[in-house]
């Protein structure tokens, strides 16, 4: 009885600690830039920093062995480091090995902007030297995280990237050589859930483009009894927030207070999860 005993005790300690959070490692301070999760095509899950103070790149296996580190040549880019310290930010994303070129090696967009005199924005497509694939002067490479707005999206006539010139509100289109793969965690990555990205129901605005009016058609799955219309502005700010339901499958938007731009909006249901998205034109 007494070995039973200890034995009983034994296991119920092995269960508790396995159900424990548990401490790994540390990542220190990098000047502002969080520690994201990705996933490379070939090499798999990383985690992923960027120090924008020193313009260096640092990607992690799971067990927090330093992989690889990718200093960015921020004066082939036309921005020198003194002007990095008074900038809005340094963004990274689309990190990917094989989305950019087929060569294997990681390349990733990097994105900077200034809005001081004179006002500076630039993205461009780094590879592992550090220096520039393509540079987009002038221009954003949106990145929404959520799935909403995505600058890179794969088509059925190739992945498209688009940029949009933060002057004009020109966008341009580019063929890429490569196709954009899904990140569970969003990440870098710019995709946030691909088990339901080919799932999801589909949802119309129109008409398009508008001026007074817009429809937004829809569906909720079967199991989800209410959700939420969303919509944001093209800086991703939240501007109109509604309640829906399954009981009707449109939905007129009161727009009257919106300004002329493109507007995305997403259908999600009440614990947050995104059912359908899209983007409608107000002239």
Same mark, same amino acid.
């Given at each position: 009885?007494?070995?039973?005993?200890?034995?009983?005790?034994?296991?119920?300690?092995?269960?508790?600690?396995?159900?424990?959070?548990?401490?790994?490692?540390? #990542?220190?301070?990098?000047?502002?830039?969080?520690?994201?999760?990705?996933?490379?095509?070939?090499?798999?899950?990383?985690?992923?920093? #960027?120090?924008?103070?020193?313009?260096?790149?640092?990607?992690?296996?799971?067990?927090?062995?330093?992989?690889?580190?990718?200093?960015?040549?921020?004066?082939?880019?036309?921005?020198?480091?003194?002007?990095?310290?008074?900038?809005?930010?340094?963004?990274?994303?689309?990190?990917k090995e094989n989305l950019f070129d087929l060569d294997g090696q990681v390349e990733f967009i990097w994105q900077f902007s200034i809005f001081s005199n004179p006002t500076q924005i630039i993205s461009a497509i780094i590879d592992e030297s550090g220096l520039p694939l393509a540079v987009f002067d002038s221009c954003y490479i949106i990145n929404d995280m959520e799935g909403y707005y995505q600058s890179i999206r794969n088509t059925s006539s190739g992945t498209k990237l688009i940029t949009e010139n933060g002057f004009t509100n020109e966008y341009k289109v580019y063929s890429l050589p490569g196709t954009l793969t899904c990140n569970p965690c969003g990440g870098v990555s710019g995709i946030n859930n691909p088990n339901n990205a080919n799932n999801r129901l589909t949802s119309k605005a129109y008409p398009v483009p508008s001026e007074k009016s817009v429809t937004i058609q829809y569906e909720l799955p079967n199991n989800i009894k209410s959700g939420f219309l969303i919509v944001y502005n093209s800086s991703g700010a939240e501007v109109m927030k509604l309640q829906i339901g399954p009981a009707f499958k449109d939905v007129a938007l009161p727009v009257e207070s919106l300004q002329a731009g493109t507007y995305i909006y997403a259908i999600q249901s009440q614990q947050g999860e995104n059912i359908s998205s899209g983007r409608f034109i107000l002239h």
């Open positions: 009885m007494k070995n039973i005993f200890l034995l009983y005790c034994l296991l119920l300690l092995f269960n508790i600690s396995k159900a424990q959070i548990n401490f790994e490692h540390s #990542y220190g301070v990098y000047n502002e830039v969080p520690v994201h999760i990705t996933t490379l095509e070939n090499s798999g899950d990383k985690f992923v920093v #960027y120090d924008e103070f020193i313009s260096t790149l640092y990607i992690y296996n799971l067990n927090h062995t330093l992989w690889k580190t990718i200093t960015v040549d921020t004066n082939a880019l036309g921005v020198s480091p003194a002007t990095l310290q008074f900038g809005e930010g340094v963004s990274i994303s689309y990190l």
